[in-house]
């Protein structure tokens, strides 16, 4: 790991909550944590730590994202008690009507065979 990785983290594990996504206030706060007499030295690991931060954040929205997007797929999927109840009166709707269908062509067949008798 390069110097100026591992300057970053060990600022980022004890003050992370004092760094941002804002390169100069995370400069600002790099210079009241620790001492940095070289200003290139000091830019460079503010610009890693302003890098690493809005990663963070980009890949942790990205996350959500993708926890949002799996729920609304678990919800369409999954069928809710009023689609079951309605689901099943249908069926019973489509039972009755075969049950009174058969019972109708019976009757029609008896009757047909009563008239031509």
């Known amino acids: 790991m390069d110097r100026i990785k591992r300057l970053s983290y060990e600022v980022l594990n004890g003050h ?3 760094f941002g996504e804002d390169f100069a206030g995370n ?9 940095v007499r070289s200003k290139g030295l000091k830019n460079e690991i503010a610009g ?16 959500q994202a993708r926890i ?12 809710s008690e009023i689609e ?3 689901n099943a ?5 489509v039972e009755t009507s075969e049950n009174v269908e058969s019972t ?5 067949s008896e009757t047909d065979k009563e008239t031509t008798e």
């Open 27 to 35: 400069k600002k706060a790099l210079d009241q944590i620790s001492i």
């Open 89 to 93: 009166e249908i069926e019973e709707t």
């Open 104 to 108: 109708v062509d019976e009757i029609s």
């Open 48 to 63: 890693y730590i302003t890098k690493y931060i809005k990663k963070e954040i980009r890949e942790e929205k990205a996350k």
């Open 68 to 79: 949002a997007d799996s729920k609304i797929e678990q919800q369409v999927a999954e069928p």
């Open 16 to 18: 992370k909550s004092r």
């Open 84 to 86: 079951i109840s309605v």
